[in-house]
């Protein structure tokens, strides 16, 4: 047994308890509310070209979910969810890597995907679950997917991505990948059981992944006080002997500056490193949701003056590498494309019924394709009820 | 040919497979040095290095998303639960994850090189959580194979075809037989189907139908009805899912009597369903009810198991009680 699994403290001969809330934790804060920076604030690397990037995301995420949240109430589609308030966290995480990393994802994370050039018309096709969804229409909206650009498709259930990047990372670490994966998840998430057992894994077995924690103070209705009473999720880092930083989520230069700098740590070292981000769901958990029952107009007002794209933008505005007619130029095209591409997708049929028994296996089995042809007699005999499918049979 | 137990059989597929495929991993609670509680990894981590064959906290869930992680990266894990009764901290990773990566991402993602393998059943004394036959509950789900070999020569060939499909197996091991079954098993590679059942002995008045462990039992039930003149065909299933309905209908067309044995309580135990397809498949054929026998529908007892147990002598009256229905 190596002896080397606790660090002998000081030897005491009356009990000592130390204190639940004994570590303190610094935050980083890089940028201010008005665009300028903290004096002797470490920037991250960040070229004009990247910058300029990294803001046409944050603003298609912004128009894309009022666009998405427009068309729900109009009956259009189902379901959305947005992230309002919370896009720094995410695009730039995605800034901050190399697109051959892998990013897995909770499902408030389409900035991400944004960031790394996912198509308007497959964020439509998912939304309208047509029959040109990469995920063949098969989950809610807002279950996003690419293989191509390393972006685990969304699994509803909480959590169960933690440990799956701790896995993840610990192959590519195996083969010589040079890269790391990206795990996000909610404070709520947190107090899952695969929490731990992923972080813990990590750690162990010394796998390459950023676990980034956007803690935006609610889970639906539970407020982030009913979830833990510890000094939020990073005082956790500490217990699985893992590298920890918390930030200011809606922070951009901070959330690129902590995930550049826990990538380079990852990859050197092989080891995970915990990043807890500070923010706040200015929006409704869902569409199915109505914050006004769990919280005040007035905790809302004074979060909503700490929005991460307006404070991005006065810092490039700043720089002068924007202004505001590119701004208003920008914002004009993005809402004229985003409708355009609403009405496309929805006029798309709905996936085959075939669709319905492929990928459940590598092949369909003999007692899947026998269902399969039973229920397409069954749909020839009764062709209005099965209205999407009965036409193509 | 060699002479090798089951445990021997599978530590040997093992081996094939790691030496073959340098993705290959074997991970689980005290799989690394020491082999694994039963040994069943024996001299892997020596063979193929820590990283590849190695101890995990003790977390089911996080061997399994592990293991997921691992698959979808494109290794080719093979995660170890102790005990199949430990399984169930790892439930949501296997039925919400493991069986729906592939169609909840429309084919972009899957967890195919994944096998789970885990020691199953009881009859060891092994009491409520040592003894357990969990394959009921796997079957219910749509995505994942599940398989279950009956002797050593089965174990290491249905086992390397479960490790190489380009699907999420679950591999349940009779631990009753691990040390118990012994047989001539070839030191080359070679593969079994998965999916396919395996008519064991033919017979003409009855068919009987097991799975791993229970099959010794349907065996000697049926030597006994032999002595009273009643000719039993034997069928090994061998995969719960999906299963081999042609072969055993066909048998069931032949002798018109089915008898289905498994350790598992017999309330929406796995007899069930195949009772349900078998009637619609060969009612016409039928000449008496479908006979189940199985665990009595209590958690499994220690000192009461023998009686618990869905032993020879039950399996024996039952199929008396079939053919003279």
């Known amino acids: 047994m190596n002896t080397d699994i606790y660090k002998e403290g000081e030897v005491v001969h009356s009990p000592a308890f130390i204190d639940g809330h004994s570590v303190d934790i610094p935050v980083l804060k890089i940028l201010k509310q008005d665009g300028t920076t903290y004096p002797n604030a470490e920037l991250p690397e960040l070229n004009q070209v990247e910058a300029e990037k990294v803001y046409k995301a944050l603003a298609f995420h912004r128009v894309l979910d009022e666009r998405m949240i427009a068309a729900q109430r109009q009956g259009r589609v189902s379901f959305y969810m947005t992230a309002l308030g919370e896009e720094a966290t995410t695009v730039g995480g995605a800034a901050a890597l190399e697109s051959r990393d892998m990013i897995m994802a909770q499902y408030r994370e389409q900035g991400c995907l944004i960031y790394r050039g996912f198509s308007l018309e497959d964020f439509m096709n998912q939304l309208f679950s047509n029959e040109k969804d990469l995920g063949k229409g098969r989950q809610m909206p807002i279950h996003y997917g690419s293989n191509e650009f390393n972006y685990l498709t969304i699994s509803s259930p909480l959590g169960t991505q933690i440990p799956q990047a701790s896995g993840y990372a610990y192959g590519q670490k195996l083969q010589g990948k040079d890269a790391v994966t990206l795990c996000y998840f909610g404070e709520g998430a947190a107090s899952e059981g695969d929490f731990h057992a992923g972080l813990n894994m990590a750690a162990v077995h010394k796998a390459p992944v950023i676990f980034f924690c956007r803690n935006n103070g609610y889970a639906i209705s539970t407020p982030s006080d009913e979830q833990y009473v510890g000094n939020g999720i990073a005082s956790r880092g500490v217990g699985y002997g893992m590298k920890t930083i918390r930030i200011d989520g809606n922070d951009i230069l901070a959330v690129m500056k902590a995930v550049q700098l826990a990538r380079a740590h990852a990859v050197e070292h092989s080891e995970p490193v915990l990043i807890e981000a500070m923010s706040y769901r200015l929006g409704a958990h869902s569409t199915s949701d109505d914050p006004s029952g769990y919280r005040t107009k007035e905790e809302e007002a004074k979060w909503a003056e700490h929005d991460p794209i307006a404070r991005y933008k006065s810092w490039m505005l700043a720089q002068e590498w924007w202004d505001e007619a590119q701004d208003a130029e920008l914002f004009e095209t993005l809402r004229e494309e985003i409708l355009a591409a609403v009405k496309v997708a929805e006029k798309i049929d709905k996936p085959p019924v075939e669709d319905l028994v492929t990928d459940v296996y590598d092949d369909v089995p003999k007692h899947l394709q026998k269902q399969l042809d039973e229920l397409k007699e069954h749909i020839k005999k009764y062709p209005e009820a099965y209205p999407f499918t009965a036409g193509r049979i | ?325």
């Open chain 2, 1 to 325: 040919m060699a002479q090798m137990n089951l445990l021997q059989a599978i530590n040997n597929a093992l081996d094939i497979a790691m030496a073959e495929d340098d993705s290959t991993l074997c991970f689980g609670e005290d799989v690394g040095h020491f082999g694994g509680v039963f040994r069943a990894t024996s001299g892997l981590q020596e063979k193929y290095g820590k990283a590849r064959c190695f101890n995990t906290p003790l977390v089911e869930q996080g061997i399994i998303g592990f293991a997921n992680g691992l698959a979808a990266q494109g290794s080719r894990p093979i995660a170890e639960i102790q005990f199949a009764d430990y399984i169930f901290p790892a439930f949501d990773q296997i039925v919400n994850e493991t069986a729906k990566f592939r169609y909840r991402s429309g084919n972009q993602f899957d967890v195919g090189r994944l096998t789970i393998r885990t020691p199953y059943g009881g009859g060891i004394a092994g009491g409520l959580y040592h003894s357990q036959s969990p394959e009921a509950y796997f079957a219910h789900t749509p995505g994942l194979k599940v398989v279950v070999p009956r002797n050593p020569y089965q174990a290491k060939g249905l086992l390397l075809a479960s490790i190489r499909d380009d699907n999420p197996v679950i591999f349940f091991e009779p631990k009753r037989l691990y040390r118990a079954s012994v047989g001539e098993v070839p030191e080359d590679d070679y593969q079994l189907p998965i999916g396919k059942a395996e008519v064991v002995t033919q017979g003409n008045d009855i068919s009987l139908l097991a799975w791993g462990a229970q099959m010794e039992i349907i065996e000697k039930a049926a030597e006994m009805a032999a002595n009273e003149g009643i000719s039993c065909e034997i069928i090994d299933l061998r995969s719960i899912l999906p299963w081999d309905v042609e072969t055993v209908a066909n048998s069931v067309m032949k002798t018109g009597r089915l008898l289905v044995s498994h350790e598992a309580p017999v309330t929406a135990g796995f007899a069930g369903e195949i009772a349900a397809t078998i009637q619609q498949e060969c009612f016409l054929h039928l000449e008496s009810p479908i006979a189940r026998v199985c665990g009595v529908d209590t958690p499994y007892p220690l000192s009461l198991e023998r009686e618990h147990m869905a032993d020879h002598l039950k399996v024996f009256e039952a199929i008396k009680r079939t053919v003279n229905y």
